[in-house]
């Protein structure tokens, strides 16, 4: 029998001002959209196109980065995506962008008030990216913490097993 390895094993983790900095951006970038949106000037109609097509980017930038980090991992060794999902992820996602961008483009509003809308939206969807990353990296992290810690249980078990077995 082997002596139990005293290897000590590092997990990388976020730190919390990271965690915290990821999630105030994100609320910081839903405050902006919802303040733009709910003070647009204009039809109602194009309001409720414009909080579609914001709602429809959120997603499909969740969803994006989520097919490339288990792209990613299928390279390790797990089942990758059947070929025609990477079309669907990727066409999803620029077509989100395009049609809000077309309708923020087309609305007849102030200048200014597009332009704060577009950054605004951009905000957004660069937060989204980077909460999936921090949310996705937390639980992989916890993933690595649970299987570290059902080794060592079953190292100690047989050991315990072991040392019974012999008295």
Known sequence: ???LSSTTVSIHRDTRAWQF???ASFAIAVFL????????????LDR?????????CLSTAFMLSKFIRDGEQATVGTGRDVPM?????WGSFFTAMGLTAWGLV???INDTYKAFLGVSWLFLISSAFTLAKTLRDRHEADMAEARLQGRRMTRAEAATAAVAATE
């Open 1 to 3: 029998m082997q002596p």
């Open 21 to 23: 900095q990821t999630w």
């Open 33 to 44: 959209c919802a303040t733009g949106l709910s003070w647009l000037p204009g039809e109602a």
């Open 48 to 56: 409720a196109f414009m909080v579609m097509g914001y709602v429809f």
């Open 85 to 89: 999902w990477r079309l669907v992820v």
């Open 106 to 108: 087309r609305m007849e």
